[in-house]
């Protein structure tokens, strides 16, 4: 397989970056490389990964088919900062902004502003809730 710049946008291969927590979820070292391994995982279309980093309540909203067959295109993941979720925690916050757009011939893309909380359970970062969601259309 030719090496490939991972989605998550770290500038990094994805074989060097996400595929590997995509393999085995106990290996993410923090929540930030949780945040961006689950958001390659919603571009890739990878519904086990997503549903193996979630717990209650977020996991009600789990929805499969959503993530196999969304039109949605997914943008950007831009982080704009975190508290904790370093490999010594077992919490830890995270502000980002995700745009997208709704379907492939859409031309006017949007922003989610999501303020996420994760913890780490039995030694796995997990997605528990989001603290706050904003929908910003973005002025382009
Ligand atoms: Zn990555």
Redesign the pocket.
């Known amino acids: 397989m030719k090496p490939e710049a ?1 989605p ?1 946008q ?1 500038k ?1 291969n ?1 074989q060097d ?2 595929q590997r927590y995509h393999k085995d979820p106990s290996k993410v070292p923090t929540t930030e490389h949780l945040l ?2 689950r958001y ?1 995982a919603f571009v890739y279309k990878l519904p086990s990964f997503i549903k193996q980093t979630m717990i209650e309540p977020a996991i009600k909203a789990y929805d499969e088919n959503f993530i196999l067959h969304s039109p949605i295109q997914w943008k950007s993941l831009h982080i704009l900062n975190k508290n904790k979720g370093d490999e010594f925690d077992n919490e830890g916050t995270i502000n980002f902004i995700v745009t997208c757009l709704e379907t492939k011939e859409s031309t006017k893309p949007f922003a989610v502003k999501e303020s996420s909380l994760f913890k780490r359970i039995n030694g796995i970062w997990v997605y528990e809730k989001a603290l706050s969601i904003e929908n910003n259309p973005i002025a382009k």
């Open positions: 991972c998550c770290s990094k994805y970056c996400c961006r391994a390659t």
